[in-house]
């Protein structure tokens, strides 16, 4: 764990030091939630469906309708 890795350094380590660390390892928990939460959001997304006459369909038929990392790669490079 981070703790265990700093735990030696700490006596070389400024008061300073010592807030940037704790401020870099909670905003990094924060991150993982984001990503945490974010998965559930696109797991609700993808199981999501549609009223067509009298049956639910898929809203996404296909993973690439959902993501279409193709298109998003294209545009980050802007091709």
């Not at 998965?39 to 996404?60: C, F, H, L």
Request: glycine fraction near 4%.
């Amino acid at each position: 764990m981070l703790l265990n890795s700093l735990r030696y350094d700490f006596e070389r380590m400024t008061v300073k030091e010592y807030g940037i660390r704790m401020t870099a390892v909670a905003l990094k928990k924060l991150d993982q939630q984001e990503f945490i939460h974010r998965q559930a959001w696109a797991n609700w997304q993808v199981q999501s469906t549609k009223t067509q006459g009298r049956k639910e369909i898929p809203v996404y038929s296909t993973f690439k309708k959902f993501f279409d990392k193709e298109k998003i790669e294209n545009e980050i490079r802007g091709i």
